[in-house]
């Protein structure tokens, strides 16, 4: 799998803080309503994929990607935002990497993966199962990336 860009991410924030919601429109062409409040965007960029936009009462609040053939390394993403706070959901066995980011229209960047993630004082990536083996990791990849929106 290639490498992609963080200025993917970074383009799309950019996006987003000047354009607001009507920017939506430049990413990508509905071709979907998977559910209410849920719906599927095939992207107008030939790095993503697939983007799914969430909605609550008529307003947007999240956008999820799915990179097409190429992954973020977590090295990349913490050095273009800075050092990540990672949560773990015990109930659904996901971590889920928060950047930090500055943005009027964009509230989290977060990326998800699979199992219990920490890491450590020296930058290592250590994933952990739920009987408590773990393995570590000096290069972790990212197939996609989620935005938590503002009111915008």
């Known amino acids: 799998m290639r490498k992609c860009s963080a200025n993917i991410i ?4 950019a996006g ?3 354009g607001g919601i009507n920017y939506i ?3 990508g062409i509905k071709t979907e309503t998977i559910s209410q409040g849920v719906s599927k965007f095939i992207s107008s960029d030939p790095n993503i994929q697939h983007f799914i936009l969430f909605e609550i009462e008529g307003a947007y609040t999240e956008l999820s990607f799915l990179f097409a053939d ?3 390394m977590f090295s990349d993403v913490e ?3 800075g050092k990540f706070d990672v949560h773990y ?3 659904d066995n996901f971590s889920e990497f928060k950047a930090n980011i500055s943005s009027v229209a964009v509230a989290d960047l977060y990326f998800v993966k699979d199992n219990k ?3 450590s004082a020296d930058r290592r990536v250590i994933e952990t199962d739920p009987y408590g083996k773990g393995a570590s990791y000096s290069a972790l990849e990212f197939t996609g990336f989620c935005l938590r929106l503002n009111s915008i």
């Open 10 to 13: 970074k383009s799309i924030i």
């Open 79 to 81: 050095d273009e935002f």
């Open 70 to 72: 190429c992954a973020l």
């Open 89 to 91: 959901n015990f109930r």
């Open 16 to 18: 987003f803080d000047k």
């Open 117 to 119: 993630f920490e890491i």
């Open 25 to 27: 429109e430049s990413l």
